[in-house]
């Protein structure tokens, strides 16, 4: 770390400490040319990959598009919004953790239908029936049954 005084290249860490509940750390130093003190923080940088469309665009992850989606989906639906916010951050972590640099909007797609599964059975049949473009009523009745379950032994479909 540079000393912002003198530039000089040398510097000494005189105190480390862990900061917002783990997210920084503040540290202490001292130019062991200027003996001038600083602080520096450190924090993790996150950043969540490029979206590819489906016509071969790419965009940057837009986490209002993705609110946007779910709570039109979830509309005159009784879901806390703090259901909403912990499906987003669940979203971003998968994002995140898959190590890649691009992700198809399909796999978004995909990520937003799981929690819409977790969350409320119609906002899901809303989003899948956009998402999946049905082109006819079979389509639509099969993710109906998905979502029911398996038919009890004897029961007509």
Known sequence: MKCPFCRHDDTQVIDT?????????????????????????????????????????????????????????????????????????????????SGLREVPSERVGELVMQELKKLDKIAYIRFASVYKSFEDVDEFTDVVREIQGPLPPGAKP
Do not use: W
Request: aromatic share 4%; with cysteine; net charge positive.
């Open 17 to 97: 400490r862990v900061l917002e509940e783990g997210s920084a750390i503040r540290r202490r130093r001292r130019c062991s040319n200027c003996d001038r003190r600083f602080t520096t923080y450190e924090r993790v940088e996150l950043s969540l990959p490029t979206v590819v469309k489906r016509n071969g665009s790419r965009s940057e992850y837009d986490q209002g598009k993705l609110r946007g989606s779910l709570m039109l989906a979830l509309r005159k639906r009784a879901v806390s919004a703090d259901a909403v916010e912990a499906a987003i951050t669940r979203i971003e972590e998968a994002l995140m953790t």
